[in-house]
T-cell receptor, first 115, second 113 residues
Framework: EPEVTQTPSHQVTQMGQEVILRCVPI?????FYWYRQILGQKVEFLVS????????KSEIFDDQFSVERPDGSNFTLKIRSTKLEDSAMYFCASSEYQGGSYEQYFGPGTRLTVT | GQQLNQSPQSMFIQEGEDVSMNCTSS?????WLWYKQDPGEGPVLLIALYKAGELTSNGRLTAQFGITRKDSFLNISASIPSDVGIYFCAPVGDSSGTYKYIFGTGTRLKVLA
């Protein structure tokens, strides 16, 4: 069964460093998403991406965040200058299409620890 | 802004009991989704509801999309130990036409064997 994959599973970085989190969405899906979940809290929407551009973004997704689909399979989230409060699980998700079906499939997540 | 309330926050139940949880919002939505999250894993979609009043089942799970489009409930019948986890509602598509996916605060379920 196709699934969303994410790498790395755990990333430790120092405050102020740049990190890139990688995702490979399900191959025939057209919409891609990033979420974050601070330990013990709810899942928070960051951004959705379609046709090589951002569709929606939340207030959390400020100028330090960016997303890219550098090739036909990868979808990345870049955090330019990490802060301590960026420590969280980051989940990538994809869906076949947005208009008729919102059924998103999530990856296993990347745990980001900023020290 | 939008308010989304999910309850209960947590519950301990005996194996075999039925469970009910619900979400209410201050806004109207076009779709209600229910997810389950196991520890250390990503959320997994359980049920998707697309029409107001719709009642949908998936095995022991039953969910309904409230007629006002501002609420939804999820029932689990005859709970088993593997039902343990966090359940999130996630309404989508509000009246403004945006598709910012909002998750509820979660219901943490613990099943006592």
């Amino acid at each position: 069964e196709p699934e969303v994959t994410q790498t790395p599973s755990h990333q430790v970085t120092q405050m102020g460093q740049e990190v890139i989190l990688r995702c490979v969405p399900i191959s025939n899906h057209l919409y891609f998403y990033w979420y974050r979940q601070i330990l013990g809290q709810k899942v928070e929407f960051l951004v959705s991406f379609y046709n090589n551009e951002i569709s929606e973004k939340s207030e959390i997704f400020d100028d330090q965040f960016s997303v890219e689909r550098p090739d036909g399979s990868n979808f990345t989230l870049k955090i330019r200058s990490t802060k301590l409060e960026d420590s969280a699980m980051y989940f990538c998700a994809s869906s076949e299409y947005q208009g008729g079906s919102y059924e998103q499939y999530f990856g296993p997540g990347t745990r980001l620890t900023v020290t | 802004g939008q308010q989304l309330n999910q309850s209960p926050q947590s519950m301990f139940i005996q194996e075999g009991e039925d469970v009910s949880m619900n979400c209410t919002s201050s806004s109207i939505f076009n779709t209600w989704l229910w997810y389950k999250q196991d520890p250390g894993e990503g959320p997994v979609l359980l049920i998707a509801l697309y029409k107001a009043g719709e009642l949908t089942s998936n095995g022991r799970l039953t969910a309904q999309f409230g007629i006002t489009r501002k609420d939804s409930f999820l029932n689990i019948s005859a709970s088993i130990p593997s039902d343990v986890g966090i359940y999130f509602c996630a309404p989508v598509g509000d009246s403004s036409g945006t598709y910012k996916y909002i998750f509820g605060t979660g219901t943490r379920l613990k099943v006592l064997a």
